[in-house]
């Protein structure tokens, strides 16, 4: 275990960044994998009703998802900068604390989360045909939330320490779980999407309990007992890094769920269409996770290094190599995106034809913006890997105002056609934040002493 923990304070950025993102990337590719077998097989064995009912419940799911990873990936910041700092024992203190926190949070989450399910639904003006269907997938999951905390966590630590590989190794074990426990429960006991939900879960456990195993390896990390206690000062630290992150995540969360109440106004066709679209998002997304991942570890090091220098040339190369990452998805995806929505949509011809047309217009819009959505990514990782999380949250609250707004107020200029601009619209209401900031905390730290001058 030992070996892949990476001192990102030294050598080539862009290698560094390469090495460290291609493991994510790949993990991702997984974790894509069975959402996507997730939708194909409930679009194609349950039907087009089943897969509107996945498409009702996504931002609710998501935002629930998203709000436990923004506090693990906020938490890890402080963890990443004690690394790159070497101070080992406040490390181990940090990793503590945080897993204490962490396990208040799932509490928190688990209990709020069933409590709201069905009123949320309700407000999302989910029609009543796909109602039952959308509350129970989303009963199950949530139920799991202490689980997908735990697999959060483990891997959000052992990213701070530079390693990618065991999170990768993690997700190839719980996409193949995933993905043959769908066939099991959905093919062959017909559970539905009861079924899928379930083989969600039981994925995330297997891949919570090996980064468990592997985490317990590294021995740069020494917990104590009292490392789990919350003191002011360490727990202030760690929420004022991770509840940001959460709440940003949240904030976008609900500017979704606003769009996807105007997306349930059009019907069950129309929420199937963009629906398929929505399950293809991860894998135009994959690559930008990646890299923010790597740009976070990268940038926390080398500021407890207070190396400059390194955080610039760093971000030049990710910004290159996410540009050019981009274009190759969006070229990919307008050439063979047809072939990936035929896998989820299903029903007579006629449904299915509508459908499609939805789904691919959706998806050809959101990948000729797709560099806008890369460089979101990357500079919004920059600015956590360098302690500011209040630029990103405040990010959040301009992804959410310009995707409300464009849900809400081009379809009255466009019909229908207005909503298909509200995702790339919130992307670029949120990169022109982030990309101003982050170079006006970039010039501040240039004018103090000690960091200008400094290189490794």
């Given at each position: 275990?030992?070996?892949?923990?990476?001192?990102?304070?030294?050598?080539?950025?862009?290698?560094?960044?390469?090495?460290?993102?291609?493991?994510?990337?790949?993990?991702?590719?997984?974790?894509?994998?069975?959402t996507v077998v997730d939708t194909a097989v409930v679009g194609q064995v349950v039907g087009v009703q089943a897969l509107a009912a996945?498409?009702?419940?996504?931002?609710?799911?998501?935002?629930?998802?998203?709000?436990l990873q923004g506090l693990t990936q906020g938490f890890s910041i402080l963890m990443a900068q004690y690394f790159g700092a070497g101070d080992h024992r406040e490390l181990s203190?940090?990793?503590?604390?945080?897993?204490?926190?962490?396990?208040?949070?799932?509490?928190?989450?688990?209990?709020?989360?069933?409590?709201?399910?069905?009123?949320?639904?309700?407000?999302?003006?989910?029609?009543?045909?796909?109602?039952?269907?959308?509350?129970?997938?989303?009963?199950?999951?949530?139920?799991?939330?202490?689980v997908i905390m735990a697999?959060?966590?483990?891997?959000?630590?052992?990213?701070?320490?530079?390693d990618s590989k065991t999170p990768l190794y993690a997700m190839i074990v719980a996409s193949l779980v995933n993905v043959g426990l769908d066939l099991l429960f959905v093919m062959g006991f017909h559970w539905g999407v009861a079924g899928a939900a379930a083989a969600t879960v039981i994925a995330q456990v297997f891949s919570g309990v090996y980064c468990f195993l592997c985490l317990r390896k590294v021995t740069v990390i020494k917990l104590k007992k009292g490392d789990f206690s919350l003191t002011r000062e360490l727990t202030g630290s760690l929420l004022k890094l991770g509840t940001p992150v959460a709440m940003q995540n949240a904030i976008i969360s609900v500017g979704g769920m606003v769009v996807q109440s105007v997306i349930n106004r059009y019907g069950m066709l129309f929420i199937a269409g963009f629906?398929?679209?929505n399950k293809l998002y991860g894998i135009l997304e994959i690559a930008a996770t990646s890299y923010g991942y790597a740009v976070t570890s990268y940038v926390g090091q080398n500021l407890g290094g207070k190396l400059l220098k390194r955080i610039k040339q760093g971000m030049r190369s990710a910004a290159i190599i996410a540009l050019a990452t981009s274009a190759v998805i969006a070229v990919c995806m307008l050439l063979f995106g047809k072939l990936f929505l035929?896998?989820?949509?299903?029903?007579?011809?006629?449904?299915?034809?509508?459908?499609?047309?939805?789904?691919?217009?959706?998806l050809a819009i959101m990948s000729v913006c797709l560099p806008i959505l890369y460089m979101l990514h990357i500079y919004r990782a920059a600015l956590m890997g360098l302690g500011d999380t209040v630029i990103p949250m405040a990010s959040g609250f301009a992804e959410m105002a310009m995707r409300i707004s464009?849900?809400?107020?081009?379809?009255?200029?466009?019909?229908?056609?207005?909503?298909?601009?509200?995702?790339?619209?919130?992307?670029?209401?949120a990169a022109v934040l982030l990309v101003s900031f982050y170079y006006i905390r970039v010039h501040r730290l240039s004018t103090q002493k000690g960091w200008a001058e400094r290189e490794r």
């Amino acid at each position: 275990m030992a070996q892949r923990i990476r001192n990102m304070t030294e050598g080539s950025p862009v290698r560094l960044l390469i090495s460290f993102a291609l493991p994510l990337m790949a993990g991702n590719v997984f974790q894509q994998l069975y959402t996507v077998v997730d939708t194909a097989v409930v679009g194609q064995v349950v039907g087009v009703q089943a897969l509107a009912a996945l498409g009702a419940a996504d931002w609710l799911n998501w935002l629930v998802i998203s709000v436990l990873q923004g506090l693990t990936q906020g938490f890890s910041i402080l963890m990443a900068q004690y690394f790159g700092a070497g101070d080992h024992r406040e490390l181990s203190r940090s990793v503590g604390a945080s897993l204490t926190l962490c396990a208040i949070s799932a509490g928190l989450l688990l209990l709020v989360s069933q409590l709201s399910a069905y009123p949320v639904l309700r407000i999302m003006n989910t029609p009543d045909d796909i109602m039952g269907t959308a509350l129970l997938y989303l009963r199950i999951i949530f139920a799991g939330v202490p689980v997908i905390m735990a697999y959060n966590f483990l891997a959000a630590v052992l990213r701070a320490l530079g390693d990618s590989k065991t999170p990768l190794y993690a997700m190839i074990v719980a996409s193949l779980v995933n993905v043959g426990l769908d066939l099991l429960f959905v093919m062959g006991f017909h559970w539905g999407v009861a079924g899928a939900a379930a083989a969600t879960v039981i994925a995330q456990v297997f891949s919570g309990v090996y980064c468990f195993l592997c985490l317990r390896k590294v021995t740069v990390i020494k917990l104590k007992k009292g490392d789990f206690s919350l003191t002011r000062e360490l727990t202030g630290s760690l929420l004022k890094l991770g509840t940001p992150v959460a709440m940003q995540n949240a904030i976008i969360s609900v500017g979704g769920m606003v769009v996807q109440s105007v997306i349930n106004r059009y019907g069950m066709l129309f929420i199937a269409g963009f629906t398929a679209t929505n399950k293809l998002y991860g894998i135009l997304e994959i690559a930008a996770t990646s890299y923010g991942y790597a740009v976070t570890s990268y940038v926390g090091q080398n500021l407890g290094g207070k190396l400059l220098k390194r955080i610039k040339q760093g971000m030049r190369s990710a910004a290159i190599i996410a540009l050019a990452t981009s274009a190759v998805i969006a070229v990919c995806m307008l050439l063979f995106g047809k072939l990936f929505l035929g896998l989820f949509i299903s029903g007579t011809p006629e449904q299915v034809s509508l459908s499609m047309d939805i789904a691919y217009h959706y998806l050809a819009i959101m990948s000729v913006c797709l560099p806008i959505l890369y460089m979101l990514h990357i500079y919004r990782a920059a600015l956590m890997g360098l302690g500011d999380t209040v630029i990103p949250m405040a990010s959040g609250f301009a992804e959410m105002a310009m995707r409300i707004s464009v849900a809400l107020f081009l379809p009255l200029l466009m019909g229908q056609e207005g909503i298909f601009y509200a995702e790339s619209g919130a992307w670029l209401g949120a990169a022109v934040l982030l990309v101003s900031f982050y170079y006006i905390r970039v010039h501040r730290l240039s004018t103090q002493k000690g960091w200008a001058e400094r290189e490794r």
